[in-house]
């Protein structure tokens, strides 16, 4: 029997890190959460291969990653890209997103730049068998916990193939847009909107800022006034949060957000938007839509 | 008791005052021992509400809350955390003179004081511990400091905090202890969760 794959770096990219389901349960201990920011991609990607859905994989961040199987006496793996759309290429050879590849022994799997989307997930069969810290393999760029994004030249242990790669040819996905449209919920601290700062919220669109990360997206728009509450005692935070700052700037929060925060937060986005929100690239313009309690989809 | 959606799928309980969330989420934890909010994910008590992660069903969560009788004090009980402090922090001399003391009487004054973790932020393994009166309350200073060695045992509003790594912070220095306040590797990784009493000892 083979010993265990391994994949080396050849090019790390702007900020790859791994990423698997992150670090539920412990935000009372100031833990966040982290994991893929992307869920569905990160999911897609590791059925793609044969790995259970929650595999550590990589997360790209705008130019890729190229990387290299480079043990020689290993067996060859499947890989798998989703998420952002970027050109994939296999020793050169263009293969494409959302499609399970044979990547044997010494071939170069590089993922370009995006055409659209922000980040990439790349899972290899067997998944990334980096340290565990705290139950997940996630990097977590707030607090420091897990491991720190890849660097040139540096080696990636796989784990065991789980199962087969998935017996299809392409797997469809959506092609992230230039405006996204997010359901929210308001609350819970809608009360601290001026009546003119509810209209702007829910009327006005915003532009995603460079400084946004995995933290959270920093949005650029119109001031969202704020009634005058003085104070608000730090309370705890969940991923999609939508918190209005004093400056009349609004932060969606995403995996790696802090536990608890001091501003306000207006409105929560719908699970179902967090895809959207991983890969809203700079300059994407975003609208929040409020549905009523009880009509958001599950 | 007052009751915000936080989403579909978490609710924020807000409180009048932060004993008062001290004692429901003793009584929330003592409740999920026994099996209660199977769904939950995450129970994080804040200066003066409590997040409650993956609930079911917010209304029924929140009538039950409504019901339940909750102690009006936490219970004296349960062990106690002792954390060794040297009481020669960088802004030591600050404290002494907001608290109108010698800088001997700060540390008499911080180590005989009952602590509890009021609650956990801002880094992994940070506790808020609240037990400082409001007339030793002290102001964040008015320039952070980029980098806080870790260990420093620190003075904001009423709570005391120690940093469990180094980090940037505006919190008063009065002084520094060797107690590992944060593991990943150790089961517990945190040394001072929610509800964990502390004693300081001063060993300066």
């Not at chain 1, 209005?244 to 207006?266: C, E, K, N, Q, R």
């Not at chain 2, 989420?25 to 909010?37: C, K, M, S, T, V």
């Not at chain 2, 994080?44 to 929140?62: E, K, M, S």
Request: with cysteine; aromatic share 6%.
């Amino acid at each position: 029997m083979p010993g265990s794959a391994t994949i080396r770096v050849d090019r790390p990219g702007a900020l790859t890190t791994v990423q698997d389901a992150g670090r539920p349960g412990l935000a009372h201990l100031g833990v966040p959460r982290a994991g893929a920011l992307d869920p569905a991609a990160h999911r897609l990607a590791n059925r793609l291969v044969g790995n259970p859905a929650t595999a550590p994989v990589l997360e790209t961040t705008l130019d890729g990653v190229a990387l290299k199987l480079s043990e020689p006496s290993a067996a060859a793996v499947t890989a798998a890209v989703t998420g952002a759309v970027a050109p994939v290429r296999l020793d050169g050879r263009a293969v494409g997103c959302g499609v399970p590849v044979l990547m044997r022994p010494g071939q170069v799997l590089d993922v370009g730049r995006a055409s659209a989307g922000v980040r990439c997930y790349v899972a290899v069969s067997g998944g990334f068998a980096v340290p565990v810290v705290l139950g997940s393999a996630s990097a977590d760029l707030l607090s420091g916990l897990g491991s720190p994004p890849l660097s040139a030249g540096q080696l990636l242990p796989l784990g065991p193939p789980a199962g087969p790669p998935a017996v299809i040819d392409v797997a469809p996905y959506s092609i992230p847009s230039g405006h996204i449209d997010l359901r929210v919920q308001l609350g819970p601290r809608d009360g601290w909107l001026s009546a003119a700062g509810l209209a702007t919220l829910t009327g006005a669109t915003f532009s995603v800022m460079p400084a946004s990360n995995r933290i959270g997206l920093r949005l650029q728009g119109p001031p969202v006034g704020q009634s005058d509450h003085g104070e608000l005692p730090s309370e705890g935070i969940v991923w999609g949060a939508v918190q209005l700052l004093p400056s009349g700037g609004l932060v969606i929060f995403l995996a790696d957000h802090p536990t608890t925060g001091g501003y306000p937060v207006v409105a929560v986005v719908d699970p179902a938007g967090f895809g959207a929100c991983a890969q809203a690239a700079p300059g994407t313009a975003v609208s929040f839509h409020p549905v009523p309690r009880g009509q958001a989809p599950a | 008791m007052r009751f915000f959606p936080v989403g579909a799928s978490a609710l924020l309980v807000e409180l009048d005052h932060p004993d008062a969330v001290l004692g429901l989420h003793a009584e929330i934890e003592r409740r999920r021992a026994q099996g209660w909010g199977p769904s939950l994910t995450d129970v994080v008590p804040a200066a003066r509400t409590i997040l409650l992660d993956g609930v079911a069903d917010l209304d029924a969560v929140a009538g039950e809350l409504s019901g339940w009788v909750i102690p009006a004090a936490v219970p004296p009980d349960g062990p106690i955390v002792e954390i060794p402090c040297s009481y020669a922090g960088a802004d030591l001399a600050t404290v002494a003179a907001l608290w109108r003391v010698s800088e001997a009487e700060v540390a008499r004054i911080h180590s005989g004081v009952a602590y509890r973790v009021a609650f956990c932020g801002f880094a992994p393994g940070f506790a808020y511990l609240s037990g400082l009166g409001e007339e030793l309350a002290v102001p964040r200073r008015t320039s952070p400091r980029t980098a806080v060695p870790p260990g420093s045992v620190a003075l904001a509003s009423t709570y005391t905090g120690i940093y469990p790594r180094s980090s940037p912070g505006g919190w008063q220095l009065i002084g520094h202890t060797e107690a590992k306040i944060w593991d990943p590797d150790r089961q517990p990784p945190a040394l001072l969760s929610p509800g964990t009493r502390v004693k300081f000892v001063d060993v300066t």
